[in-house]
């Protein structure tokens, strides 16, 4: 099948490849969960002669989960899962050192994003990984045909798609093994492919493994988020209210991380279960119309859309802070925002931009609304992508193992894969555990023995 997208690499910065070389290697030893896997999959070659495709934040950190991949000899094309989080040194030592197609620029348009997408489909994958589901939804909007269902700015994806029939369309994807998803957006929209039935393939979803949720959500995102408000503004953050806008995984680590540095956090939610959690575990919480009247720093993490809207920004206090730390961008109404402004004076700071409303009220928004912790910081420490990436490349070999055994559903990260990886992250911090013995391993799954 002919293509009009060629799969070569498309980066912005080949001359800092040796600054890039230097992040990756600094970052791979904090990683010694992934240096495992690597060192046996180097050996075992278990994805020989497959095809992969990735679309993840491009960072240092990834990049010793694609060196980890290569080394299980996978052809692998990496792209940028947001455009502001690809750091483009890596970009280019992935290209010059690790011999990775990899097409990412920091801050590439909707068009050069899109045009990346069509390029990880033209490699025509077996694999794929995805970091908000963004590949695989194009790819499910191809193999069942729905072209005009994809927005303006997903055009490059429509035009090569537009390349091939119905039928080739079909074909494309029928060679698609299944693929990986690393996050909480990402799953939710697979979920709901699922229940339509238009999920074409199996997808595990990494994002719900404990050794990922549990540690990247809670600690990486608690820690890397406060780093990017931090570096961008230097804000003191004892004595601000900060509102953090949701209490999942991510939410509790923000919400911790804030109050450890002296802050007042008030936490808004919808879900009663999470607002009482939240309650107990001794934050304010009140609906975002009246946090909106007190905050000084506002952070989304809800995977969701409009949670800071225009009326909200109507009853803001001057110089009150947005940003956020859930995937996408909009979880903030900037378009509402920009509505209500006067004057817009980007980079004020960087990455911080100045909204002058026609009151003349001063708003500032960090990052541009996208993920505060890679837009203005290196986003989560090395040592805890460890943990997460360990198991997209473990969960990547059990769906290659289990070729054709796995539904078309989004499905569970194995047990087996959690323990090992939990067991192997305990010995690298040097931590031993108890074991239980015989007498209580056949209590603990027996029935017979009473009070």
């Known amino acids: 099948m002919a293509t009009t997208f060629a799969v ?20 791979d030893q904090d990683m010694p969960v992934l240096q495992q896997i690597r060192a046996r999959f180097e050996k075992e070659k278990p994805l020989a002669g497959l095809k992969m495709s990735a679309c993840l934040h491009v960072t240092a950190e990834t990049a010793n989960l ?36 990899v097409g990412a620029i920091h801050g590439e348009d909707g068009n050069s994003y899109y045009k990346h997408v069509a390029m990880a489909l033209a490699h025509e994958p077996h694999v794929t990984m995805d970091d908000g589901a963004d590949l695989v939804s194009a790819m499910v909007f191809i193999a069942i045909d729905r072209l005009t269902m994809l927005s303006g700015n997903q055009k490059p ?33 697979l979920r709901a492919m ?19 949720h ?31 806008c949701g209490y ?3 939410g509790k680590g923000v919400a911790s991380r804030a109050r450890g540095l002296g802050a007042q956090v008030i936490v808004t939610e919808v879900n009663p279960i999470a607002a009482l959690e939240a309650a107990m575990d001794g934050f304010g919480v009140m609906p975002m119309a009246e946090a909106a009247k007190v905050g000084d720093l506002f952070i989304t993490v809800t995977g969701n859309k409009h949670i ?27 378009v509402a925002l920009k509505d209500l402004t006067a004057q817009h004076t980007p980079d004020v700071r960087h990455e911080v931009d100045e909204y002058k409303l026609k009151s003349g009220k001063k708003l500032y928004v960090i990052g541009s609304g996208r993920l505060v912790n890679l837009a203005a910081a290196e986003g989560h420490p090395a ?49 031993m555990i108890d074991t239980m013995t015989a007498d209580q391993k056949k209590y603990s799954t027996s029935w017979e023995h009473g009070t």
Request: aromatic letters at 6%; charged letters at 25%; a neutral charge.
């Open 8 to 27: 070569s690499s498309d980066i912005a910065k080949p001359e800092l490849a040796d600054k890039g070389k230097k992040r990756i290697l600094w970052a």
């Open 194 to 212: 699922e229940k339509d039935g238009v999920l074409k393939f199996p997808v595990i979803a990494v994002n719900d493994a404990d050794t990922k």
């Open 383 to 431: 040592s805890v992508m460890d943990m997460s990436f360990a198991t997209q490349a473990l969960a990547t070999e059990y769906c290659v193992k289990n070729k054709g055994k796995l539904p078309n559903q989004v499905i569970a990260v194995p047990r087996e894969i959690e323990e090992y990886i939990s067991t192997a992250k305990l010995a690298s911090m040097g931590i």
């Open 66 to 101: 694609a060196r980890t991949l290569k080394a299980g000899g996978a052809d692998l094309v990496l792209i940028a899962s947001n455009p502001l989080s690809t750091q483009d040194d890596v970009a280019a030592s992935l290209v010059r050192d690790f011999g990775t197609t």
């Open 157 to 189: 994806v429509r035009d090569w798609a537009e390349s091939f029939s119905a039928e080739q369309r079909k074909a494309l994807f029928s060679r698609v093994i299944g693929s990986m998803e690393e996050t909480t957006t990402g799953v939710i929209r």
């Open 248 to 250: 999942g995984y991510c």
């Open 214 to 244: 549990l540690f990247d959500n809670r600690y990486g995102t608690g820690q890397s988020t406060l780093d990017g408000v931090i570096r961008a503004t230097n804000i003191l953050m004892a004595g601000k209210k900060v509102v953090v």
């Open 308 to 334: 800071i809207a225009k009326q909200h920004f109507e009853v803001m206090k001057e110089g009150a802070m947005v940003c956020n730390s859930g995937h996408f961008d909009i979880e903030i109404d900037l």
